[in-house]
């Protein structure tokens, strides 16, 4: 197994759900990452030296998921270099707003590269990694590319179907 | 000069106009307090080792003010079993929305004791930290009743100042 | 039967779901409570009397959870000097956002401190209430960091049961 | 000068600026009213005194603005069976959102006749009285009528000024 | 059967399951009311001849239930000085945000008295009601002190039964 | 089949279950349509050829629903000088908020006509288009003054049932 | 003078700041238009009679701009089969998200063309209603071109200029 | 002059006080970028065809500030698989809400890395852009470094000051 380049962690196993599609989408991509639980609140000595030895073992890039006032994003960035993706954790309350306010509003000095709430924010986050590891890895360059080709055929195939059968007896 | 009990902490000097309201409120009281700098985001070790010792120097309780994606209150909770009050920053662009969120809604085990949004926030903190350190010190216990006695008094004289000018004249 | 150190007041018995985390947490740390339901609304004389006898009564510290218009911990505030915890309880059509703003929103004077919306806000009621009776109480600070070594465990053990098992046969 | 059928009380000389637009309705209709602070949060006790003997007293209708958590109006409201009228006061951080939340959201049982936010809210809330006060004073219910005309033909001299000197040349 | 004095209209049958909870408090307090539908957008003149008629055929106060762009209580308010009460209904994609502030949001000159949201909102409606025609109405007046007192016994009540089963064996 | 007027477009297949109010509609009014899936970030630059290519093929009105970040309806306005109605699609995490702002809020110069969240802004996407189409088709116009008069006889026809049954017996 | 083809209405002389951007744009376009002053809630019979003889008087479209609970699109819409196009001023307390929501939110068969909240919104309904009337009419479609021209043109220029004096001395 | 690796982009002149943030900060670590201005909606085909090219010219991130219904950075990141970086910016009416929501709400498949509203954003993204560039340019890490380093003295040394000459003399 290939060491990984990015690291997944996120503050609860109530978290996994979401984030599994993270995961996926970085098996997809085939690049190699690892993936944890560590929490800003519950374990916040862990975080700090998970964040400080991040760079050392290899890692470009960490994504962090949390929920609620979301510190874990912000805890990572606070103490590497690398880029951080924070993906707000879709909650019970408020519905995500809370982690997303908790993750997007850095102060200056201290980004965080905050995704779509929820789901779709998890996978996104993946795809912004493969972004990212794109500049220098002309594979992950083209599978991405292919994604994007199969995304366009994924929409034109639904549009060829919708066509076909009318909007009355389409099956999603 | 006295030992400190309480600590108040922010995260960057922009905040010390707000959080100054603390400080002056804390004086009212007489209670011994240091105030400091401290951010989760850009000294986020200091902040870590600084909240682990807390105890050890005979702290009894912290207050920590920041804004946005506002996690000092948080992480300070994380790393000691004092009280910590987080008093959420007004903010440019959300208002406080922002801070307010980032503090209160912490995760089921690490929580943070927030206040009001803003100066009023400030003080608050203050008189809550005197609350608390009046149940075992039956003077700054009595001063909060004459304070809470003086809120009175102040509502009521200037009632009494409306009856007689009349709501026209009225000069607050 | 020992004397109750906290009391745990709801305004409405639909509450009692969400503030039932904050008596099984308050009875995790041994502390002494009662818990009761008292309205600002429609028991305000009963409240007032309730929230004026407190401390003659040994208590402590209140926590008061309510929603909506949630006047109840705001209107104990203003008639005692002890420490006043509010939980907003998450409501039908705003989510808790009413609460919330109720809650914490208190003018300059009158803190409440205010938790997290719901059931986690419940249980971080009681433990706010032990980090403050732990002030004075060794044995209470002591389980405070046995809980906080607890929740660091958790996490570790999590993590480790992620490790093995991997992210897609991971049962939260 | 007459006894007073309307009471409007704030909770702070704060309030003044946004209440008077309240006083001046009042006069306007004819209505004899007083005005007055008394806080639900700094003055309790004179809160209820005064809310308990509203109606021994003859007033027949309470207007109360407040900000914030503003738990004036409820509080009144929790005393009496007379009709209560809550203005949100515009605020500071969240621009009256927490005052309207902490006003309308009332539990079944107890209503607060909540009206717009801030200045506006403030007249409103005396036309409204008037409008209560109409049903049984036929006095009242005409100056309504007339209000409503004088409404209208202001909208109308309005049209007609802007016919005659087009957008461009209008004065406000 | 009675003439009405109240006059309880919705802008459609989908908010008769948060509405009826109003008709069902008016007949608790044996005030005589008429319900319909009625609606600012679909039936719009209908709307307002229903509004300019409500005084003449003795209706004293009218309750709107509206949900989203919730027009119906203000168009009404426009075409009488008659009290008009606001239901704002909960929605499906805003919650009743949309509904309370197209409700409450009136500019100066023409009021609209606005209660809860949703289905608590609908009862309280009726009791405001009650408690304007209480005014003239002692037998009205004494029934609504009875409801208090009723909602007070309520509380103790339940809290009495908490008392005696403890708060894991309440059955709600 | 004759040639469509309006050009129903919508990001993605999930938005087919709100949108097909929309083509309901159309057909209700006998207005020929196309309906179709391009998504402005999947299939940007078949998006942009789509709406390039819409006044040649005799298109008149362009009705696209989209959700979240939903640039769909931008996207095309600013290709084309169509008039383009938006439909903000109800989402998970953020109910359509975050829909409505990304398609209402668009810069001076390039508008949107922003319909209601969800399925009955699908519907009302329709019946605008309809007001469009109805200015130069009188058939249409009177199609739409049919339709408004069966909205008018709708509500009526409830009304006397409700009369009839009681509010106790209604079945909606 | 030429008929007018578009009406431009609004609620009080306050929201001619804003909507004069409106009227600019349709002389931009050279669109005969007609603006005057008309309120939902304080002319409401002349606002309705208004609505009802658009048609007769040959305006094709209307554009009406309201805020707070702005009721002034959806009531017009309620009284015609033109098209109706909704400005949501930007207000005092809440920025016009209450604008908004009473504009946007509409019910099933009353469509409301909401645009921008403010200037940007005035002028765009302007824009929007050229598109529209650009549909039959090919000078105000030729002019739309060339107003789209002149967008892209302007930004270009501002490009160049960047380019050539760099971000630190180019002036707006 | 080095070919640019970092392309700054925005969509109006309006954008360039917050935007300029950005530029400066890339100045500070020393990354050769280019500065525009191209609109989602004004320039659409430049800023498709900008977009397809940005991989062509060697760019390696783009950053996209917009406003509003701000699509431009969604635009960008459907055209090209580099990672793309999107500032809110701060808007009159909504304060930025609008945009955030426009640019962090991206559907599944097209990530955009958001940062913080306004300003502090705008140097965010910057820096954001040197730590995706620090993973294979040391000189920016070590940079990386140092700012990190300068960010945690700045705050040690004002927290110096604020010792030395107290919270009542201090100046910000």
């Known amino acids: 197994m290939k060491k990984p380049l990015v690291s997944v962690v996120m503050g ?3 978290d996994l759900s979401q984030m599994k599609h993270c995961a996926e989408m970085l098996e997809y991509f085939g690049i190699p990452f690892e993936i944890t639980f560590t929490s800003a609140h519950r374990t916040p000595e862990k975080a700090a030296s998970y964040a400080k030895n991040l760079s050392k073992r290899g890692i470009q890039i960490v994504i962090a998921g ?3 006032a ?3 994003a912000g805890v990572i ?3 590497t270099v690398l880029p ?3 993906v707000p954790m879709k909650t019970k309350s408020l519905s995500g707003v809370d982690s997303l306010y908790s993750i997007v509003q850095m102060p200056k ?5 905050t995704v779509t709430i929820g789901e779709a924010g998890a996978a996104n986050a993946a795809i912004l990694a493969a972004e990212i590891l794109g500049l220098k890895n002309i594979n992950i360059k083209k599978k991405l590319m292919l994604y994007k080709k199969k995304l366009t055929n994924g929409v034109s ?3 060829l179907k919708l066509k076909k059968v009318g909007y009355k007896h389409y099956q999603v």
Chains 1, 2, 3, 4, 5, 6, 7, 8 share one sequence.
Request: proline letters at 4%.
């Open 77 to 79: 960035a606070s103490l």
């Open 12 to 14: 609860s196993d109530s």
């Open 66 to 68: 949390a929920g609620g």
């Open 109 to 113: 000095g201290i980004p965080v590269a």
């Open 84 to 86: 951080v993706i924070g």
């Open 157 to 159: 195939r639904k549009a």
């Open 70 to 72: 979301a510190h874990l």
